[in-house]
Structure formats: structure tokens, C-alpha cells
């Protein structure tokens, strides 16, 4: 299940094999939680659909780095930017293409999305097959949905590794729409509209909710692979 831990020999033959490449980003994530929150979420996520999808499918290692600029004024932060997260998962499909059938992206950071967007589109224009797959709750599914470290991402990492949540440091930061959000951070980055970083409310975050998303995206992502 692990391409980290396999051999060339147990990998090679027919490319029958589907890589699931988790994508995450090194970034704040308010006081509370740890800045490698978004790879965390890609990962498990990646791995509990694989664990579904059975033995013709693989985890790669996490693209941990990703399109993170709107968070650099926080300390901790590190971004590669768009063009470069682009040029990685391009490089990566063509390469992991000779080897496998398919590929796809676990996606855990909304701001490398255009960056996955398009480095599908070629890969796919090349003829590979590629794809990619957001680690969003539905809207229908009954969930609370906020913006970024709130109680949604909260719940997550209390049933992933509560033992990174400082829920001592926990407090609500902007809890406005994100479409009213949206201008002020384009033109000048979340901490424009929010001081600790925070977009939303982690009140009411619990490791059973966060393990109940989990789930729900485990399912949703092995869907969509299969």
C-alpha cells in the first residue's frame, strides 16, 4: 500500500496500478494547530481510501510544500508558489507514468488548486492518465464548514493527532462569509482579515465529528478512484 516501503521488483510488471500522491503545504493554521495540518488531512485520507480500494493501490509519499503565499505573513509558513507546485505534480505524473496506469492527486490545500488544475489538464492533453481529488466535505453532508482552522480542520487533527492540537490556544478568528473574505485576501493575504489566522470558529471541534469527516472523505476519495 506504501510505495515509500515497496521494492522495485514487487512493483514491477503490467502498469496496473493506480498512485495516490497526497499534496498538502507547510502553513499556519492558527495557534491551535500544527502547520502541517493540510498534509496530514491529504494523507490519511489517501491512505484510508487505498485501504478500500485494495492491493493495486498505492500511497506515495506527501508533496508536503505547496501554493501557501496568502499565509506568509504568519511565521512557520513556506510556499513554493503555483508555477513551481505546477511544474512538481507535472514532473511527477510523467514520471511515475512509466510505471503506472494511473495517477491521482489527494488534495488537502485549497490554494494549490489552480496549480493541480492545470497540471492535470497537460498531463491528461499527453495522454496520461491523470486526476485529481479535493479533501472537501460535501455540502450536503451535515457537516460544519468554515474557512481555515476552524472547527472543521479542528476536528480532523483531534482524530488524526490530537496530541498536535493546542486547544488551550484555540479562539475564533474572522468568522465572516468566505465570499466576503475573498478580496481583502487576494489583494493582501489572510492576515488582512484575520489576526491569528484563524477563518471561522474551532468551538465545538471533537475528535468523534473529526472522525466521522474523516470517513466521509475516505469514502468519497475511493469513490472517485474507483
Known amino acids: ?119 492535470v489538464e497537460l498531463l491528461r492533453a499527453e495522454g496520461r492518465d491523470a486526476r485529481w481529488f479535493g479533501c472537501a466535505l460535501a455540502q450536503d453532508a451535515g457537516f460544519a464548514s468554515d474557512g481555515h482552522a476552524g472547527r472543521t480542520e479542528t476536528s480532523l487533527m483531534l482524530a488524526l493527532a490530537p496530541g498536535t492540537v493546542r486547544l488551550d490556544r484555540a479562539a475564533p478568528g474572522n468568522t465572516a462569509p468566505m465570499r466576503e473574505l475573498l478580496p481583502a485576501m487576494r ?3 489572510v492576515g488582512a482579515v484575520s489576526e491569528n489566522g484563524v477563518l471561522g470558529d474551532p468551538a465545538g471541534a471533537s475528535a468523534a465529528e473529526g472522525e466521522r469527516m474523516l470517513a466521509a472523505l475516505v469514502e468519497a476519495c475511493a469513490q472517485f478512484v474507483s
Open 1 to 119: 500500500m506504501n510505495l515509500g516501503t515497496s521494492t522495485w521488483p514487487e512493483l514491477d510488471g503490467p502498469p496496473a496500478v493506480t498512485l495516490l500522491i497526497p499534496v498538502g503545504s507547510t502553513e499556519q493554521h492558527g495557534p491551535h494547530l500544527p502547520l502541517d495540518t493540510d498534509t496530514r488531512v491529504a494523507e490519511a485520507v489517501a491512505r484510508g481510501a487505498a485501504a478500500q480500494l485494495g492491493e493495486q493501490t498505492l500511497v506515495a509519499p506527501a508533496v508536503s510544500f505547496g501554493a501557501s503565499g496568502e499565509h506568509e505573513m504568519f511565521a512557520g509558513t513556506v510556499s513554493i508558489g503555483r508555477e513551481a507546485l505546477r511544474t512538481v505534480l507535472i514532473e511527477l505524473g510523467r514520471s511515475a507514468g512509466h510505471w503506472v496506469r494511473r495517477v491521482v492527486f489527494v488534495n488537502g490545500h485549497g490554494g494549490n488548486v489552480e496549480a493541480l488544475r492545470d497540471a
Open 187 to 189: 489583494a493582501a493575504g
